[in-house]
């Protein structure tokens, strides 16, 4: 059964970092492309940075590049979303995402709070 699990959010003052982690389950997620997004609320859910399966390539929104890092562990099967300089408006709940054998997957997400 494929599962996604995101943690490590938190509440955090405007200029920290936090580290999310999103563990995969039934799958291998080397062979996938992995995706976080956001959701803020009122808003639409967004797509904040992904990494490639083939060349560990890496995919950032204009709005966090220079501040986020996505990478991945293939030994833990995790991939982790690195946050710093955190904004107010980086509030969102966050979600990891895969496209398994043409099926998309989500994890439950994980609530980031920037606020002073």
């Known amino acids: 059964q494929v599962q996604l699990v995101e943690s490590g959010g938190g509440l955090v003052q405007p200029g920290g970092s936090l580290r999310l982690s999103c563990v995969a389950s039934g799958f291998s997620l080397d062979y996938y492309v992995i995706g976080w997004f956001r959701q803020a609320p009122g808003k639409e859910r967004e797509g904040v940075s992904c990494?490639?399966?083939?060349?560990?390539?890496?995919y950032y929104a204009d709005s966090v590049k220079g501040r986020f890092t996505i990478s991945r562990d293939n030994a833990k099967n995790t991939v982790y979303l690195q946050m710093n300089s955190l904004k107010p408006e980086d509030t969102a709940v966050y979600y990891c995402?895969?496209?398994?054998?043409?099926?998309?997957?989500w994890g439950q997400g994980t609530q980031v709070t920037v606020s002073s």
């Open positions: 990494i490639s399966s083939s060349d560990n390539s890496t």
């Open positions: 995402n895969a496209n398994v054998d043409g099926h998309y997957y």
